[in-house]
């Protein structure tokens, strides 16, 4: 009876065992399980954040690589507009130059200067070398001035009012001065249309 019992005692505790080991491996199982899938949750989370950085270092880029070809862009537009005014300055400097067409720009800036100014008594101040013309296009277009050289006007008159209140500069650089903000966007327009 004892070794009954004794094989009892065992084969319960077999059974007792088995079952644990088998709630064990049950419950390992489940554990791994669960552990595998939230690993893949945090992997997949990982990989939607890690795509999202790359997006978003993707757009970063894009958008500085657009910035700076927009500024090179807008470089390489205020060069050639710079170019188109620098080359109408020196055409310019070859017409000043040219005594037939210095005679007629000379009688333009004249009559510019003088149109509603009263210039009886009025002086004409012209580059040193200029009076010679100034004088002859004054009395062409009619006005009784006198005329001085001076190295301050270059390019140019300079009229002043018998009371000496008013005094105009018309020079080719003072008018190209004034017309350039008007004309750039003009320029621009021309050589890259609207």
């Known amino acids: 009876m004892t070794s009954e019992l004794l094989q009892l005692l ?28 939230e690993a893949e949750v945090l992997q ?11 997006a978003q270092a993707r757009t970063q880029a894009a ?22 005014f620098a080359r109408a300055t020196d055409e310019l400097g070859r017409v000043a130059k040219d005594p037939t067409r210095r005679r007629g720009l000379f009688r333009l800036l004249i009559e510019e200067a003088a149109q509603g100014l009263p210039t009886k008594r009025g002086i004409l101040e012209v580059s040193p070398g200029d009076a010679g ?52 966007s003009r320029v621009a327009e021309i050589l890259w249309g609207s």
């Open 63 to 84: 958008s500085a690589a657009s910035l700076r070809a927009a500024a090179l862009l807008l470089q390489a537009k205020d060069e050639a507009i710079q170019s188109v």
């Open 133 to 184: 013309t100034a004088t002859d296009v004054s009395k062409e277009v009619g006005l009784a001035v006198e005329v001085k050289e001076t190295p301050q006007v270059s390019g140019g008159v300079r009229l002043t009012s018998e009371d000496r209140r008013i005094i105009i500069e018309n020079t080719v650089a003072s008018r190209l001065s004034r017309a350039r903000t008007a004309l750039v």
């Open 44 to 54: 997949a989370e990982h990989r939607r954040r890690i795509e999202g950085l790359r």
């Open 10 to 37: 065992e084969q319960e505790a077999r059974v007792e065992r088995d079952k644990t080991l088998a709630e064990a491996r049950a419950r390992a199982e489940q554990i791994l399980a669960a552990a595998q899938k």
